[in-house]
């Protein structure tokens, strides 16, 4: 069987807004020490071109959608989503086309890896047979 470690949970009972936008709101407990919505992604490289960039994402039938910076943004573009995190609760907003996500798999990030070595310094460590995806971690600088 193919065989995948992912960094992302399914998240269902999303609830509609109007014909374009759903909601769901999950309490900061679900993610334990990582938000990757309050996370930016940043680095040396990195141009955010005037808007924020959460290492977090939303997919659908794993496929990534586009992440929005505002609520207006998400109304015009099918396939995105937007974010916003309070002290209590992570609150993802998504268009997802003619698509009912509580009829389609839909997954959130929710850890940094997807696999972690357990001490810093080790040389190298050889995974096969492993699909990995959906970790929310920074991206390596090229720098």
């Keep these: 069987e ?47 071109k ?37 002290k209590n609760e992570t609150h993802l907003w998504a268009n997802f086309g003619e698509s009912d996500p509580n009829k389609e798999t839909i997954e959130i990030n929710v850890r940094q890896s997807c696999f972690y070595p357990d001490e810093p310094g080790r040389n190298f460590i050889t995974v096969s047979g492993f699909t990995m995806r959906h970790a929310a971690s920074q991206w390596a600088p090229p720098t």
């Design 50 to 86: 005037g808007r924020n960039h959460h290492t977090g994402e939303v997919y659908l039938n794993g496929v990534a959608l586009y992440e929005e910076d505002s609520m207006e943004s998400l109304l015009e573009r099918k396939l995105s989503w937007y974010c916003e995190v309070d």
């Design 2 to 48: 193919q065989v995948e470690i992912k960094g992302s949970e399914v998240i269902k009972n999303w609830k509609k807004q109007n014909n374009r936008i759903w909601s769901v709101s999950i309490p900061n407990e679900f993610f334990g020490d990582y938000n990757p919505y309050k996370v930016l992604i940043s680095g040396d490289w990195f141009k955010p």
